[in-house]
């Protein structure tokens, strides 16, 4: 049972442009969504999260969107720069009444990234 | 700052072995958790350790054990390797239990079971 999705596997954009990634979620339990990069033969790095009071949270050139009714978040990277390339993870966490984690990241299957020069 | 450190970083069993995993959390985090990679696939939550005790596990069978050591460090262990088992071993260190799930990764140990 996937309770995150990433439904494209793949994502190609021109330098410059925008970069959109989404994401849909099944578990209405899940309150706090991450977004990792991971580059080849590298370990995922954080680098945006949202929590579910809000509906955007903005970073730089990376903003993401969440709709909760949806179930549904997005990232979204302006401008697409050739280094964004990489494998991007959305990921889900449900965050205690007493504002404690409850330690188990729920991921999606990744999208490729690769914006082109 | 060191950064979470795992070893070895790419290993070859056969099926029916055992297996050792080894990660160093960055430090000042006392919180570890370990995470199976498949190809193609997100990373999926085995367990987690706090203060030298699992709290928290995933959809892993008993064979999967770990520990976690009084500096932190920690250990995944696999016995009785499947094929299946074949994956990427993310270790992600955390600063304290509580928070929203921001962690740091090592950059894996790549097993191949034959």
């Known amino acids: 049972d996937q309770q995150v999705k990433q439904n494209s596997p793949s994502l190609s954009v021109q330098e410059g442009r925008i970069s959109i990634l989404n994401c849909d979620y099944t578990?209405?339990?899940?309150?706090?969504f991450l977004w990792y990069k991971k580059y080849p033969a590298e370990g995922p790095t954080f680098l945006i999260s949202?929590?579910?009071?809000?509906d955007k949270n903005e970073d730089g050139r990376f903003t993401v969107f969440l709709n909760k009714s949806a179930k549904h978040l997005s990232l979204h990277i302006v401008p697409s720069q050739p280094g964004d390339s990489a494998v991007y993870f959305c990921?889900?966490?449900?965050?205690?009444?007493?504002?404690?984690?409850?330690?188990?990241?729920?991921f999606g299957q990744g999208t490729i990234l690769t914006v082109h020069p | 700052e060191t950064g979470v450190t795992q070893s070895p970083t790419h290993l070859i069993k056969t099926r029916g072995q055992q297996v050792t995993l080894r990660c160093s959390s960055q430090?000042?985090?006392?919180?570890v958790s370990w995470y199976q990679q498949a190809l193609g696939q997100g990373p999926q939550f085995i367990f987690q350790y706090y203060r030298e005790e699992e709290n928290g596990r995933g959809n892993f069978p008993p064979r999967f054990s770990g520990l976690q050591f009084p500096n932190y460090s920690s250990e995944l262990n696999v016995n009785a390797l499947e094929l299946d088992d074949s994956a990427l071993y993310l270790c992600a260190s955390s600063a304290y239990i509580g928070g929203t799930g921001e962690l740091f990764f090592g950059e894996g140990s790549r097993l191949t079971v034959l």
């Open positions: 578990n209405s339990m899940f309150d706090y």
């Open positions: 949202i929590s579910s009071i809000k």
């Open positions: 990921a889900a966490n449900r965050i205690s009444a007493g504002g404690t984690s409850y330690g188990k990241l729920t």
């Open positions: 430090s000042g985090h006392n919180t």
